[in-house]
Nanobody, 124 residues
């Protein structure tokens, strides 16, 4: 079992940056693929980025490519999402997720563990 807790959300002006963290309990985080998703009211949860267990492979949604960077520190059982050049359309609740699968995925149903979410609001 893995428990995930996000932090680092907040209010930022357009063009600014935020760094989200995802702290995982237990000693099995290194064996999980990690991902970030986001959701706005009335919309389905949207894939943002994912990273392989060893950090050797990452994938991004086209909407964040070149602006967001996903990373992880397995020694600290923590994942990160560095968000630069933020836009108002990035406003959402951001969720950290972990998967038992061996491959990175854009599909939310392939993730087994979820955090409670952290709000990111980008003002124009």
């Amino acid at each position: 079992q893995v428990q995930l807790v996000e932090s680092g959300g907040g209010l930022v002006q357009a063009g600014g940056s935020l760094r989200l963290s995802c702290a995982a309990s237990g000693r099995t985080f290194s064996s999980k693929v990690a991902g970030w998703f986001r959701q706005t009211p009335g919309k389905e949860r949207e894939f943002v980025a994912a990273i392989s267990r060893s950090s050797g492979y990452t994938i991004y949604a086209d909407s964040v490519k070149g602006r967001f960077t996903i990373s992880r520190d397995n020694a600290k059982n923590t994942g990160y999402l560095q968000m630069n050049s933020l836009k108002p359309e990035d406003t959402a609740v951001y969720y950290c997720a972990a998967s038992n699968r061996a491959y990175v995925s854009r599909i939310s149903t392939e993730y087994n563990y979820w955090g409670q979410g952290t709000q990111v609001t980008v003002s124009a």
